[in-house]
């Protein structure tokens, strides 16, 4: 068997999976997308039997996804997962569809109907990218003049994706949520992402915010393992909040970060995630 590691950069996530293979007998062969030139009309012959997908890039990950899967190469995450989960849009309505509890939501494509969709959710609400990490460029809403300015601000930055406003309701929570890892059919740890001073209103661990151990209850492993279930089995970071009506999922990562939640939670994620690449390739 051979395995692969797509990557854009060596993360400290990749560099643990590089180490984890190497403990478990494994040698991933590194796939630099940067370097990436893929004859996609030409067959690929020796090709490895299973990849893990870290590529930082959306579009990247998109594009040596399919031409791995054309080659024969089971890719984790697959090709599907990567388009249900990396368009926060289509992950919302597909996780609606599938009956999970998710945050109102709108797509607009003009200022004018955008500005709609926030006097309908009302005040505050949350502006995101569709595509996008880190919580980068989102923004909540307090008010109409934060409204108006940050979706003017948003119509002159050129990028097509800037201009596809997707809007949400603010859930209420208690200065936290949750990232649930899932691998397979298994939830196998969770985190509270905890607010601090340093990352404000967002909870994310890159943007400074408190990873601690979060158990996981059987509604929890219900609600999430329903909200991986929109896409391929795989390997994901679930983001759940939790409202005063019960849990609410509002993210499904499918390049997720784990390095700051190692700790907190005793887990090795790394090694799962290892073994399920290995169990990948015999399928």
Known sequence: MSFGLIYTII????????????KQGMKLERISDSEALLPITQAQKDAPDAILQRSSSFTRTLYTTMYYENAGSRVVNSLAAQHSCGDKA????????????????????TPESAMKAVEKLGYPCVIKPTVGSWARMV?????RDAAEAVIE????????????YYLQEHIEKPGRDIRAFVVGDEVICAIYRISTEKSGW???????????NCPITSELREIVLKAASITDKGI??????????????????HTTEFRNSIAPTGVNIPAKMIAYLKQQAKI
């Open 153 to 164: 601000s948003r119509e002159v930055m050129g990028s097509a994706w800037q201009q596809i």
């Open 11 to 22: 993360t400290p996530e990749n560099k643990l999976l590089l180490e984890e293979a190497a």
């Open 236 to 253: 994901y970071g679930v983001d759940v909040m939790e409202s005063k009506n019960g849990l609410v999922v509002h993210e499904i990562n």
């Open 139 to 143: 923004n909540k809403l307090n008010d």
């Open 202 to 212: 967002l909870t994310n661990t890159g943007r400074g915010g408190k990873a601690e």
């Open 90 to 109: 289509y992950a919302s309505a597909l996780l609606a569809k599938a009956g999970v509890p998710t945050p109102r939501t709108y797509v607009a494509f």
